[in-house]
């Protein structure tokens, strides 16, 4: 599952994730982006005016009274504006910070929920530390996305189409070379963007491999220790870091070749604008516009201010893009997780507390009785119950982990209630595959296998699981107490059960030795 790669729809997917999670906070955060964008773009629109009112007082000879009651109207305009921008950003940063941190918690529940629904083969297929990679880096760049790159996207968006309208308004002709040069943007960001998303992509993977490599040495150390394996576990390591260090290079090398290459564009677009705006003022050329002004000084410094916002913006949505390819890495592998299937489970069979009538018939209790049975439904409508006693057969059962090679050939056994069995053979020879079997972390590929009586596929798993006491060949205690570990198998226990199961396991003793024992 770690090689799988984003989908085209991964971007749409988060954003659509984002609205879901605050459909009300989105709207609210881009009007603020887009507003506070806009405001930035605005002296564009008002600086001509205000050259060429002064402009106009020089060669007039006005007084400077005359000239603040022309300017001042403007200047509180603008004054206005940047005040309102002002308090939009950091409403808007506020917004983004809770937005993103919530967004981030939501994902990783739903990807804890997600894994508990998922079988075990899955993490008998997956390695630990790979698994974990989708809860630290793989998330994190969905971070950079929320908080980073989409905001900077629409403001960089909102920007140039302002500036854009604004440039239209003022000239046309000069505009249609501003035009040429970021279609020359366009193709050069589509070149390198294929290369570097190839590379984000296998960086990311890498990276899971890493810590999957990491956590399975670190837990095996012992092992590593007692065969004098140490240099070969180096060996290893070098091998993963080799790849990582390689896909991370090229990917970073694309990825910072991409905004020099823009802002050189940028600065020959520069000299071009000044260049073609002096030929047009010195021959005299008919400026054609949606404002109707004639070339002249002002439309030429402003448009030259308009070209370094424009192509500053064009760049920064350059830069993003990058960002969003390693981010789509990131959400390709978390979204793979999520669309993982889940355990199917199509039992119907439940086990259910009971009693017994004085004709020894067993009958269904509400209450915890301490006597168990099986209700079994049927096609016509009619229940039965069957006391849960331990009887377990395996009759012709055939199983395989791959579907192309069977282990288990045609197995036949039984195990009686206050029978012990004991499985006793090679490593690898099924021992342990099957009490899986029993318990249906997997499912058998053919024959059958029968718990008192019942094929256990018509049994819920959580039912047929809670009446198995299955103990690991390695052992696992969760972060708590020794009384909350003993009551993980039934959790409504009281401490007296707890302390009278240590008791019979024989662990009492060592246990009231330890400290607040």
Not at 185 to 196: C, E
Not at 332 to 350: A, H, N, P, T
Not at 378 to 402: A, W
Request: aromatic share 10%; hydrophobic share 45%; net charge neutral.
């Amino acid at each position: 599952m770690n090689k799988a790669m984003p989908k085209k729809h991964t971007f749409k997917r988060v954003i659509k994730t984002v609205i879901k999670a605050y459909p009300v906070l989105v709207p609210i955060v881009v009007v603020c982006i887009l507003f506070s964008a806009i405001v930035a773009a605005m002296p564009d629109l008002v600086l001509p005016k205000v050259i060429g009112i002064l402009q106009d007082a020089i060669e007039t000879h006005q007084t400077w009274d005359e000239v603040i009651v022309k300017l001042m109207p403007k200047l509180w305009i603008l004054i206005s504006l940047y005040v309102a921008a002002l308090i939009l950003t950091v409403l808007q940063t506020q917004l983004l910070a809770f937005m993103t941190q919530g967004y981030l918690s939501k994902m990783r529940t739903n990807m804890f929920n997600k894994m508990q629904d998922l079988p075990i083969r899955f993490f008998d297929q997956n390695k630990h530390g790979d698994i974990m990679s989708y809860y630290t880096n793989d998330i994190d760049t969905l971070r950079e996305l929320v908080s980073q790159s989409l905001p900077a996207i629409i403001r960089a968006v909102g920007v140039v189409s302002f500036v854009f309208f604004t440039m239209l308004w003022w000239s046309i002709w000069l505009t249609l070379i501003v035009l040429v040069a970021v279609a020359l943007m366009l193709v050069v960001s589509k070149v390198l963007g294929k290369r570097t998303s190839k590379y984000f992509i296998k960086n990311q993977i890498n990276v899971g491999k890493m810590e999957a490599y990491a956590q399975e040495m670190m837990s095996g150390q012992k092992v590593v220790k007692v065969f004098n394996h140490e240099d070969e576990t180096i060996e290893g390591f070098d091998h993963v870091i080799e790849e990582l260090y390689d896909s991370s290079y090229k990917s970073h090398a694309y990825a910072n070749m991409l905004g020099p290459i823009i802002m050189s564009i940028g600065n020959i677009l520069y000299v071009v604008i000044a260049l073609v705006g002096g030929i047009f003022c010195y021959k005299g050329i008919n400026n054609l516009s949606l404002s109707g002004e004639v070339m002249g000084l002002p439309i030429i410094i402003t448009f030259l201010q308009m070209t370094r916002q424009f192509t500053g913006n064009v760049n920064q949505l350059s830069q993003q893009f990058n960002s969003i390819i390693m981010s789509m890495a990131g959400a390709g592998r978390v979204f793979s997780l999520m669309d993982q299937e889940k355990e199917e489970d199509d039992g119907y069979v439940e086990l259910v507390n009971c009693t017994y009538d004085e004709f020894g018939n067993v009958v269904e209790s509400d209450v915890h009785t301490g006597h168990w049975a099986w209700r079994h439904p049927h096609q016509d409508g009619t229940l039965t119950y069957t006391k849960l006693e331990g009887d377990v057969v395996l009759e012709d059962v055939t199983f395989g982990y791959v579907p192309t090679k069977d282990i288990l050939h045609n197995i036949n056994v039984y195990a009686k209630p206050g029978q012990k069995v004991a499985f006793v053979g090679a490593t690898g020879a099924g021992k342990t595959t099957i009490t899986n079997l029993i318990n249906r972390f997997y499912d058998i590929n053919n024959g059958k296998i029968r718990y008192d009586g019942i094929n256990v596929q018509k049994i819920k798993k959580a039912d047929l699981r809670r009446s198995l006491g299955l103990v690991l060949q390695d052992t696992f205690l969760f972060t708590g107490t020794v009384m909350e570990n003993i009551r993980y198998g039934k959790l409504d226990a009281t401490d007296e059960e707890c302390i009278e199961a240590a008791k019979l396991a024989g662990a009492d003793d060592f246990i009231t030795r330890l400290p607040q024992g």
